[in-house]
């Protein structure tokens, strides 16, 4: 079997399958050679074994503590990847994966006090290091509220019943569940907070909500995955940007990525990293001023014809692109 990209050269078997809630799954992988990860890490899946579909998953694993390589999906309607890995792929498959990638890891964190605030998926990689610090840090006093819509979408259900957790629920909450969402008044309540080692990963606005509140509570180490961008409001002034292929034209602030202005006027690009790594935001401007900071997957070839990576591309004047 051939390998499809340079970029996803791991191959890995998938074991089982198991359903964690009505539409979360995890797949247990395989790899016949020893993969090197972090707990916290993702890395970027070939959907349908392609070269130019790539997904960015969580490694939901813990290394030197779980059997397997784990990946653990919600799946979405219109989500490519998750439709692909929850419904077509199963046990016996192959798929392929990139090297492990992200710094939102507690290995090299402080981690003698630690909060841990997870919302729906993203208790994926927080799962990942919880695990990590029971093995390495044992001594370590480790706080985590994950905040779900309702008990039955308990990710890892099973396995939170081997750590402390405060559990919220925000509809239908059962016994053992905190009614509501997360409150400035449940952050207070966690002892010597200012102190603790934050890290937390949901969606873009419980995110967004979690650092500005644990700041003002003085809080001073604080970590967020950062895989999951908002996309901002469409500018209706400033850079104008005119898309060809598309015959259409929008506009982007001073200062914003060429990917957030595209996403944010809803012009369609393939995107998994948001790093400058994967190469999935391949774009080619034919003219205007830009910088860039990651040309990565990119040939010289490619990059004097004009091709840019969305996510790693600052727009310096009007562009157009192809």
């Not at 692909?84 to 498959?93: N, S």
Request: net charge neutral; glycine share 6%.
């Amino acid at each position: 079997m051939t390998m499809p990209t340079s970029q996803c050269p791991w191959r890995m078997q998938v074991h089982h399958i198991h359903q964690e809630t009505p539409d979360v799954w995890t797949l247990s992988l395989l790899c016949h050679d020893y993969y090197p990860y972090r707990a916290g890490q993702y890395a970027l899946v070939s959907i349908g074994n392609a070269a130019d579909t790539l997904r960015a998953y969580t490694l939901s694993s813990t290394p030197g503590v779980s059997e397997y390589i784990t990946l653990t999906v919600r799946r979405l309607d219109d989500g490519v990847g998750s439709q692909w890995l929850t419904r077509k792929v199963k046990r016996g498959d192959y798929i392929w994966l990139s090297d492990a990638q992200g710094e939102f890891t507690c290995d090299d964190k402080p981690t003698d006090r630690v909060l841990l605030l997870a919302a729906g998926c993203g208790v994926t990689p927080i799962m990942s290091m919880r695990r990590w610090l029971a093995k390495h840090r044992p001594q370590a006093d480790v706080q985590t509220i994950f905040s779900v819509r309702s008990p039955q979408d308990v990710i890892f259900a099973d396995e939170w019943r081997d750590y402390p957790v405060a559990l919220l629920a925000e509809h239908n909450a059962t016994l053992g569940f905190i009614p509501g969402r997360l409150t400035v008044e449940l952050l207070q309540s966690v002892p010597d907070l200012a102190s603790r080692t934050v890290m937390t990963c949901g969606p873009a606005p419980y995110m967004a909500w979690v650092e500005s509140t644990v700041k003002s509570l003085g809080v001073t180490r604080f970590y967020k995955e950062q895989f999951f961008v908002p996309a901002a409001a469409a500018a209706s002034s400033g850079l104008k940007i005119s898309a060809l292929q598309l015959a259409r034209e929008f506009y982007a602030p001073v200062g914003t990525t060429l990917l957030e202005a595209m996403e944010s006027n809803k012009v369609p690009v393939n995107v998994a990293c948001r790093a400058g790594v994967c190469g999935c935001c391949k774009t080619k401007v034919i003219s205007g001023e830009y910088s860039v900071t990651s040309t990565m997957t990119l040939t010289d070839a490619e990059v004097a014809e004009g091709y840019v990576l969305a996510c790693s591309c600052q727009p310096q004047s009007d562009l157009v692109l192809a």
